[in-house]
Each structure stands twice: as structure tokens, then as C-alpha cells.
């Protein structure tokens, strides 16, 4: 039986659409493969088992779902699944917050048999199952990682504090900026007058790079991001410091990684992208597929906070929540699909003065310095 949580606690999105997808699922059976663009290839996955907490969901004959749990079977039909899954996506659609004890989330957590709304996830894993797909002669036993467009755009990468903060040297000319060229350095960086904040930290960047000041990477403070990174390219954390530079030099904001990429190989300005070619053709295509690389890492298994090991958890692929509360599969058996839908739509989120993003200025002897949080998401095509 489902539980009821505490009055005034809420779900975010991303939780409400982890188990939106999960309900979805049962209530279709299959999914719906899309290509980078989310364009319906005409092909299906179709689900046989899904595993959530120490439940089994079998899909039996009549279109009825059997729920192995606590050493009991149950069943319902796949049309009440739909009927529930309908009524959770109207509180992900609405404006407001959604309350942990909303009626419609403990009826929906009563028709299968479940006591909480998120099920624990491994690393980037939100379900898995057994599946078929198309022109495969067997089933497989996979994970999933789920990416909603219902609020926010979804994240590849969260901000996580000092594991996500980049660190960069600001130099002019060469030289460590003091005196005039410090105070007009200064003069760019958000101030608050009263309650008032004057400028913004994305200005700040764009206007200092303007103005002929470069930002050299220094360091990633969070050692097992550094570690991630080096692991999937040893030269991970240049390549994707460069990048993340280079979203201020670019004419509009969510600019995709795919055309910053383009920039940074034209631009060749630092080792690490001139030892990938002779020519821009060349850096681009590698450093194209160094940083979908990294991506993928990040979307299937990799999290900041933690050393990965190489394992992917979500080795299924993504399973994409539209607007329209439609259920998508993008699968990794190709895994170009994958990496070309990642790259060609994520972005850096902007900065800001949150509790992750601190963009502090530091002035020290020989030294200017200022540190960028990471944060990736993925916009809609």
C-alpha cells in the first residue's frame, strides 16, 4: 500500500517525471524510438519487465501488468496505468507546486503498489528493464536515464559546488592586470547598490573578453570531476574549460556545445585544441568527438561528486519526457543517436550568484583569478 507523506512538502519536476515515465510505460508497454531531433523513426522498443525498488512489473497477456512484491502478485490493467499516468501529468503541467501528498500521486503510488514516489537510481539510472528492440533477436536487461521537458530544461551535468567550479587565470596582454588595467577589470564585475545588483556576472565575462582580457584555465577545484574528465580524455578538463569560455564570446545565450565547438577549433588558441590538427576540419571533428564523449559519459554513468569507474548504468539510453506528454526513446545501440542529440543541444547554464555559482574575483600577489561553476543542459531541438 502507498504511504502519504507530510503536508507541506513538495515534488520537484524531475522526480515527477521519473515516475510520470514509469507509468507511462506501463500503461503503453512500448515506446516510440526518435532519431537526434526526436523525430519518430517508426521503430519501437517494446518493454517485457520493468524493476522499480524491490518490485518486478510483467506484462501479461490481456494487457494486464503483474506485480511482484513482498512474496505477492497483484495485477491491474495497462488502461489504469494510462488513466493515472494522465492525471500525474496534469500536476507536472500546472504552474504550482506539487504537494508529496497530492491524491492523485497516492492513488497512482496505490495502483502499483508502491510506498514512494522516486525509486532509488544508480548513479544516472531512474529505471530499468527488459526490452526488445527492433532487429534484435534477444532481450536485454538495461538501464535508463530519464530527461523531461515538462519545467526546466533537463541537466546533463549538475552544478555541485566546489566539485563543479572551474578556476581560470585573468590575464591582459600577457601580463597579470594591475593597476588601470585591475580597476577597469573591476569596473566590469556586478556590483549591488542598496537592493539593487548592477550588471550581471555573463556581462562581466563578455565585456572583460571584449576588452581584450583572456581567461587561461587554472583548475578544477573538485578533484573527482577532475578525475572523471581525465579518465574519459586525459585532456578532459582543458578541453571542456575552453568551451565553457567560449559560450561568453558567442551571440546569444544556450548557444549549443556543438557551435562552441566550431569556435574553439577555429579560434586554435590553446595547446590542447592545436595538438588535435593542422586544420580546422580536423580539430573540430576531434574535439567534436572528445566532448560528446564526455557527454555521453555524464548522461549514462559519470556524476561530479563521485570517481567513476567507467561503468553505464543507464546503458538503455534516454527516455525523453515531451511537453505534450508524449514518452520517447532515444536508444544507445546507436550511439551516434545519442551523442549528436547531446551535443548539438546542450548548453552551459548562464552564471549566476546562487549558492553554487559564487564567480568570486580574487586579487592576489602575481595573481588575478576568478572561478565559473559547470552546470550542462540539453534544450528541446
Not at 150 to 176: C, E, H, M
Request: aromatic share 10%; with cysteine; proline share 4%.
Amino acid at each position: 500500500m502507498a504511504t502519504k507523506a507530510g503536508a507541506g512538502k513538495t515534488v520537484n519536476k524531475g522526480e515527477g517525471s521519473e515516475f510520470y515515465a514509469f507509468l507511462y510505460i506501463l500503461g503503453e508497454t512500448k515506446l516510440p524510438l526518435v532519431d537526434k531531433d526526436l523525430k519518430e523513426t517508426g521503430r519501437d522498443v517494446n518493454f517485457l519487465k520493468v524493476l522499480r525498488e524491490d518490485a518486478i512489473y510483467e506484462f501479461t497477456s490481456g494487457n494486464r501488468v503483474a506485480v511482484y512484491v513482498d512474496g505477492a502478485t497483484h495485477y491491474f490493467d495497462c488502461s489504469q496505468a494510462q488513466e493515472e499516468a494522465k492525471k500525474v501529468f496534469s500536476l507536472l503541467v500546472n504552474p504550482g507546486s506539487i504537494p508529496t501528498n497530492a491524491p492523485a500521486l497516492n492513488s497512482a503510488l496505490k495502483l502499483v503498489c508502491a510506498k514512494k514516489l522516486r525509486a532509488k537510481s544508480a548513479n544516472k539510472q531512474d529505471l530499468s528493464a527488459s526490452v526488445q528492440f527492433p532487429n534484435v533477436p534477444f532481450s536485454q536487461f538495461i538501464g535508463f536515464s530519464v530527461k523531461s521537458y515538462v519545467g526546466k530544461d533537463p541537466t546533463i551535468l549538475n552544478a555541485s559546488g566546489d566539485n563543479t567550479r572551474f578556476v581560470y587565470r585573468i590575464l591582459k596582454n600577457g601580463q597579470t592586470p594591475s593597476g588601470d588595467e585591475l580597476a577597469r577589470l573591476k569596473s566590469f564585475y556586478p556590483t549591488t547598490v542598496g537592493n539593487s545588483k548592477i550588471g550581471t556576472y555573463a556581462d562581466f565575462y563578455r565585456n572583460a573578453l571584449k576588452d581584450g582580457f583572456n581567461f587561461n584555465f587554472k583548475e578544477n577545484s573538485g578533484g573527482n570531476l577532475s578525475y572523471n574528465l581525465k579518465f574519459i580524455d586525459s585532456k578532459g578538463p582543458e578541453l571542456l574549460a575552453r568551451i565553457l569560455m567560449e559560450q561568453f564570446a558567442a551571440p546569444r545565450t544556450r548557444t549549443p556545445l556543438a557551435d562552441l565547438v566550431d569556435e574553439a577549433a577555429r579560434k586554435n588558441d590553446i595547446p590542447e585544441i592545436q595538438a588535435l590538427g593542422d586544420n580546422f576540419e580536423d580539430r573540430r571533428n576531434s574535439l567534436r568527438h572528445k566532448i560528446q564523449n564526455i557527454l555521453l559519459a555524464f548522461t549514462t554513468g559519470a556524476t561530479p561528486a563521485v570517481k567513476w569507474t567507467g561503468a553505464q548504468t543507464a546503458s538503455g539510453g534516454l527516455l525523453v519526457v515531451e511537453k505534450s506528454g508524449k514518452v520517447y526513446c532515444l536508444e544507445l545501440l546507436s550511439g551516434n543517436v545519442v551523442g549528436n542529440y547531446l551535443i548539438e543541444n546542450a548548453y552551459f547554464e548562464q552564471p549566476s550568484g546562487d549558492r553554487h555559482s559564487k564567480n568570486v574575483l580574487t586579487v592576489s600577489p602575481g595573481e588575478v583569478t576568478i572561478d565559473l561553476q559547470l552546470q550542462i543542459r540539453i534544450q528541446h531541438p
